[in-house]
């Protein structure tokens, strides 16, 4: 029997339903949840943080663009994860950088990190922490000391006039490292002040890192969404607070919990770095590990390191280990057969 | 007091129901086409070998095709009139297959049936009816009823369990049958434990048709006079809760180990429209030569369930329902999760046809796929347990073969993993290919 093409109906693999979900609305629904911090920030830091911020999002999707047409790859600019990649790395840099050292980072986090290793879902680290890395290990100057404390009025281009050299301070990370915690408390007036500014985010830090509250709002959507489940947060958070409770004060078990789950970068990193769906394990054991191994390691670089903070480098670490956790850690299948290939 | 719903523990999703097109609508008899093409491959198994010739008149009913040897089942003429041709027709599988064509004489009249008293015979010859009205699993597969319903003597089979979940999306034929016919089920039932010499059976069926579940409960209790004990297990709505052993699971707490058969734990398990033409099989002596199938989706004028005869073109039920609206984007013969589309509406109805769906460019999705994020969500969904994500890559970078380890071979393709992913990758066309290159 023969049928003229024109009269034959198209055919494709089953199923022919599929979720309404997408990698687009996955990937924006993370920039909506990030936008509340940057909002804050331009009211604690000042305009400039917008600014960073907008050349690190071009930044990045410059590179991706660029660097998908070199590579022969289908520009893939409109799924948003270039978008995240520029939004995560300009929340982990300094408030009071040049304006070009974003796109410094934008172009090692994308084309290096991620292009170069295959594209979207094939990159081991994640782009905006080796960006920052590159950026911490190029520039350690600005990005360890151009912090800005935070505005006490409305004048959000204060530091952008001309001639106003960068009015620096020290991150409370910084302060408790080399001073101590009674120090700290000090430049707050009460711990009670202190916890309630880190909460809030009206503290020294990176740009999308300080506020506490709008971080952990935007995680609760993204866990009510399903795009995010609690296991990597959670265990994060509870590394951190009992390895700080058991290591960081003088004696053992003396150190402060909360005060290290609020005064750094735990929260952003926590709940969108560390659950970065390509760079963390997919299933729920090896997610706990992960997040363990994230908070011991920060806490080991807090206390022992060089620097004041480790979320960072702690996530990066673990990212290396997530094809070994994702080799332990598989899914139960339902009743192989005996001799099955396992 | 809300009753305790019965499932499965691992995976399973939950895709739009799209029943309400269909599931109000009471069965109604298609009118008898002018021609119909009775493949001769129907089942699970060889192929028929015809018995008629050209011009030969047969009666709705006749026996035209058996199989010579092995595993299979007869096929009967599902009209009354004249052989047109034994050749090839369009199948919807495998392209074009043998079938046998027959013009309809109009005038014949309807073949009628009496109901006889089954509970005398033996159950040797209850098997013998079975086998004789050419009865196969029509929820799906097609296996042959007569061969399943005679498990080894080793086996110790001590449940039937009859699946009247109808866990596809759009399809409602299950559920007019159980609501409209479920005397017969049970009784259907009945036969079934007789022949395998048990007394238990359980009804599964999914919780968006409690209407169905009530009529089964009152009909199991109106005919509860003898020793059967036949109960309704009322189950949570998700995907694939109606698979085969997803559903034993559900309702016997037990799992159907890798490559094995629901009798090596204990359970068989029949479809409620096999069951009711099995029903018709012993007490009616009628064989499967029509059945109940769903018509729905945005694509056809006017949805319905539709009871055919075997052999029905497609065109034949669109020209009768008013046709395709402007919009039609693909057809699908089963469910949406996993029907396989056709390209052509020449093709006829089989025993194993459980719906056409007429679906809208806004019904299926139809994006361009991109890299795997690694998001994990297919590795939730699966509900055997399977790394559909590593397959699914694997099979793109030229490793197929090497896919064995994620499971391949215990993939039913249920069609979970791709329903979830974001990326909209073809899992399961990964999956095929890839059972195509590994070995077990």
Partial sequence: MTVKEAE???????????????????????????????????????????????????????????????????????????????????????????????????????????????????????PALIGRAFLVATYPVAMTSAWLPP?????????????????????????????????????????????????????????????????????????????????????????????????????????????????????????????????????????ILFGIGVGALTVLIRL????????????????????????WFKPKRFAPAKGAVK | ?????????????????????????????????EEVDILLQQHFGAPCKPLVDKKAKVREGDLIGEVAGGLGASIHASVTGTVKGIGASTNPVSITSASVTIQTDRDAPPRSYTIEDWRSLPPEELRKKVKAAGIVGIGGAGFPTHVKLSPPPEAKVDVLIINGVECEPYLTTDHRLMLEHPEDIIEGAKIILAMLGIKECRIGIEANKMDAVE???????????????????????????????????????????????????????????????????????????????????KGISRPANLKVRI???????????????????????????????????????????????????????SRAHSQCIRCGWCLDACPMGLQPNEIGVYVEAGRAQDTAKFGLFECFECGCCAFVCPAKRPLVQFIRLAKLKAKR
């Fill in chain 2, 1 to 33: 007091m809300q009753e305790m719903l019965l499932t499965f523990p691992k995976g399973g999703v939950h895709p739009s129901e799209s029943k309400s097109l269909s599931e109000h609508l009471a069965i109604e008899t298609l009118p008898i086409p």
């Fill in chain 2, 215 to 297: 009529a089964l409960r009152k009909a199991a209790a109106d005919k509860a006079s003898d020793s059967f004990k036949v109960f309704v297990d009322a189950l949570k709505v998700k995907y694939p809760q109606g698979s085969e052993k997803q559903l034993i699971e559900s309702i016997t707490k037990r799992r159907v180990p890798g490559f094995g058969l629901p009798f090596d734990v204990g359970v068989i398990v029949q479809n409620v429209g096999t069951t009711k033409a099995l029903y018709e099989a012993v007490a009616l002596n009628k064989p499967l030569y029509e059945k109940v199938i769903t018509l729905t989706g």
């Fill in chain 2, 311 to 365: 052999g029905t073109r497609l065109s034949d039920i669109v020209s009768y329902l008013g046709g395709t609206t402007a919009d039609l984007a693909r057809i699908v013969m089963g469910g949406p999760m996993m029907g396989f589309p056709v390209s052509t509406l020449d093709v006829p109805v089989t025993k194993t046809t459980s719906g056409v769906l007429f679906l809208t460019e806004e019904e299926i999705d």
């Fill in chain 1, 151 to 287: 505005l006490r009025d409305a004048s959000i281009f204060k530091y952008m006039a001309p001639g106003v050299d960068a009015v620096s301070t020290a991150t409370p990370l910084y302060v408790l490292k080399h001073y101590g915690l009674d120090t700290l408390i000090e430049k707050f007036g009460s711990l009670s002040t202190m916890y309630g500014n880190f909460f809030i985010g009206l503290r020294p830090g990176c740009i999308g890192e300080t506020s506490v509250l709008l971080l952990m709002l935007g995680g609760l959507y993204l866990m009510y969404k399903g795009y995010i489940t609690w296991h990597i947060p959670v265990s994060v958070f509870a590394s951190v607070a009992f390895f700080t409770w058991i290591f960081g004060g003088e004696e053992f078990f003396t150190g402060n919990p909360l005060l290290a789950i609020l005064s750094g970068g735990v929260p952003l990193g926590a709940i969108y770095m560390a659950t970065d769906y390509v760079t963390s394990p997919n299933q729920k054991t090896g997610q």
């Fill in chain 1, 8 to 126: 034959l109906w198209s055919v494709a693999v089953s199923p022919h339903v599929k979720s309404h979900e997408s990698v687009e609305k996955i990937m924006w629904t993370v920039v909506a949840c990030l936008m509340p911090s940057l909002i804050l920030s331009i009211f604690v830091f000042g305009f400039q943080t917008l600014i960073i911020t907008a050349v690190s999002v071009g930044s990045c999707l410059a590179t991706e663009a660029i660097s998908q047409k070199c590579l022969r790859r289908p520009v893939t600019i409109k799924d948003g994860s270039a978008v995240i990649t520029g939004v995560l790395l300009a929340y982990v840099i300094p408030p009071g950088v040049p304006y070009w050292m974003p796109v410094l980072g934008g172009v090692i986090a994308v084309f290096v990190t991620k292009q170069l290793m295959g594209g979207i879902g094939y990159n081991i680290f994640n």
């Fill in chain 1, 304 to 327: 022992k390191g060089g620097y004041p903070e480790g979320v960072a480098y702690a996530i990066l670490l673990m990212n290396s280990l997530t094809p070994a956790l994702d080799g």
